[in-house]
C-alpha cells in the first residue's frame, strides 16, 4: 500500500504493538519495533509498515 503524507492535528503518538514501522517526517525518520512509543513530528508526515504490523494512534486534539 502507498504511503500517504498528511498533516498532525495535534499532540500525538504511535505505539508499536507488533511488526516494525518507520515514521517519516520533518526530513528526519524513526524506526519502531513492539513495545516502541514515536511521537509524531508537528508537520506533514507518513508511517510506513516495515513487515505486518499493528500500531496504536493516540491523538490529542488541540484548540476548539
Known amino acids: 500500500m502507498p504511503t500517504r503524507r498528511h498533516e498532525n ?9 507488533l511488526g516494525r514501522v ?6 528526519h525518520s524513526w524506526e519502531g519495533s513492539p513495545g516502541d512509543l514515536l511521537i509524531i513530528p508537528p508537520a506533514r508526515h507518513s508511517l510506513e509498515a ?3 504490523s499493528a500500531v496504536l494512534l493516540t491523538v490529542a486534539k488541540t484548540g476548539t
Open 50 to 52: 516495515l513487515e505486518d
Open 9 to 17: 492535528p495535534g499532540e500525538a503518538t504511535v505505539h508499536v504493538l
Open 22 to 27: 518507520r515514521l517519516n517526517g520533518d526530513g
